[in-house]
């Protein structure tokens, strides 16, 4: 015990070198695991709006593709630029009239039926956002085989439609940003039409 109260009534308490020198290490210390920390971070953003991105583009090139197989007639393909058009309408199945038309960074699905129902009734509804280009590109002669490729927008010519869609973003992202991500996909589509 009497030790014990001669060591600290003999403790000074640390010089100022030594307490710069930890504060230091410290900070070198803190210093890293913000960085660890921030590459983290990043790495999750680049990963998340990745995702995000690849899955607008999925949904809504799975929708395009599915109604586009009960197509029954093409109405109308419009807005082309060599070839590659942004405004699609055809009538489905169910003699409902479908359109997607690129308007500005935003794909819309139009519907509309008569009389009109309760899931066609004519309101143009956001397919997805972020848009940063859609081309749907319509073959009347799509043979692989011999690698025949012949486009045309006369929609009653049309056999084989592609439909081509890179999404971006929803949000306002600086470009170069971890959330700057963009997808494109692509599917291929012969019309049901078009097998007679």
Not at 42 to 69: C, K
Not at 82 to 104: A, H, K
């Amino acid at each position: 015990m009497r030790n014990l109260r001669r060591w600290l009534r003999n403790e000074h308490g640390f010089s100022m070198p030594e307490l710069l020198v930890a504060v230091a290490i410290l900070a070198i210390v803190m210093g890293a695991v913000l960085t660890v920390q921030q590459q983290g971070q990043q790495a999750y953003l680049l990963g998340s709006s990745r995702v995000a991105t690849q899955q607008n583009a999925r949904v809504a090139l799975d929708l395009m593709t599915r109604e586009l197989r009960t197509a029954s007639s093409i109405s109308d393909i419009s807005s082309c630029t060599s070839g590659v058009c942004t405004d699609l309408t055809f009538v489905d199945q169910d003699n409902q009239t479908i359109e997607y038309e690129l308007s500005g960074s935003t794909l819309n699905r139009t519907c509309t039926a008569t009389p009109a129902t309760t899931t066609c009734d004519g309101t143009t509804l956001v397919l997805i956002g972020g848009v940063k280009s859609f081309g749907v590109t319509s073959y009347s002669v799509y043979d692989v085989s011999t690698a025949t490729y012949t486009t045309t927008t006369t929609p009653a010519q049309v056999k084989v439609v592609k439909i081509n869609v890179t999404a971006g973003a929803e949000q306002t992202v600086g470009s170069g940003m971890p959330g700057d991500q963009r997808a494109t996909m692509e599917s291929t589509v012969q019309l049901r039409l078009g097998l007679s």
